[in-house]
């Protein structure tokens, strides 16, 4: 399991201070208002936000102090960073090899995250030639190659209409259950979480409110953080 047990970070204006348990291989939505501290959390599992006090614990090791590239999990930003220079093929073997000095077993992995997305036939195409989903779709690529057991996803599919944002959640979804990830997704729509979350964890002020199953969390009426935030 991912365990933040009392971790603190401190920053010159504020602090922020999470407990947090999510089960191997569940999907975990994070929602709450935005500068609420969900992105941090994010940071703080990721390696990039150095906590004072407190652990990072995932399936038995601990990460507070290791450097981000060496704790075992990918990250997907709401902004996909593709190189518009690669193609879509090269820009998930960064995922593999910054230099993209790529073998043949290395070149069959990327063409088989490309399938698993849904862009079988599209490697050779730069960013500029892709939709909108496409390119997220190939940072998700990019991400899966690197075959790490730990994902975490900062609201990537925000700019993306209701359809297709619903699409890409569904096809994390299916990946992780398909390769056993444990998933954590800042989500900004909150009715995105109810369809493929196992938890819901709602972050606020620098730290966890409360979390639990979809229904409870999601419940109009369960706690008044919950019910200013689903106004807004």
């Given at each position: 399991m991912l365990a933040l047990d009392k971790v603190r970070v401190d920053y010159p204006d504020f602090s922020v201070s999470y407990d947090l348990v999510v089960p191997e291989?569940?999907?975990?939505?994070?929602?709450?208002?935005?500068g609420g501290g969900k992105t941090t959390l994010l940071?703080?599992?990721?390696?990039?936000a150095e906590p004072v006090s407190g652990s990072v614990i995932f399936a038995g090791h601990d990460l507070t102090r290791l450097k981000p590239a060496e704790r075992p999990l990918?990250?997907?930003?709401?902004?996909?960073?593709?190189?518009?220079?690669?193609t879509a093929a090269q820009n998930i073997g960064l995922g593999l090899d910054p230099r993209l000095k790529l073998n043949s077993a290395q070149k069959a992995r990327i063409e088989d995250s490309l399938a698993r997305v849904?862009?079988?036939?599209?490697?050779?195409?730069?960013?500029?030639?892709?939709?909108?989903?496409?390119?997220?779709r190939v940072a998700l690529a990019r991400a899966l190659v690197r075959d790490k057991p730990l994902m975490l996803l900062d609201e990537p599919f925000t700019g993306l209409d209701p359809?297709?944002?619903?699409?890409?959640?569904?096809?994390?979804d299916a990946l992780r259950r398909e390769?056993?990830?444990?998933?954590?997704?800042?989500?900004h729509a909150p009715e995105d979480a109810a369809a493929v979350a196992d938890l819901v964890a709602f972050v606020d002020e620098g730290r966890v409110v409360a979390v639990g199953p979809p229904a409870e969390i999601l419940a109009v009426g369960r706690a008044p953080e919950n019910d200013r935030y689903f106004r807004r």
């Open positions: 291989g569940a999907l975990c939505a994070l929602i709450g208002p935005s940071h703080t599992i990721a390696g990039f990918s990250i997907l930003f709401q902004d996909h960073n593709l190189f518009p220079h690669l849904g862009l079988p036939a599209l490697g050779t195409r730069r960013p500029s030639e892709l939709s909108g989903g496409q390119r997220q359809g297709l944002r619903a699409d890409m959640i569904a096809l994390v390769h056993g990830l444990t998933v954590l997704m800042a989500i």
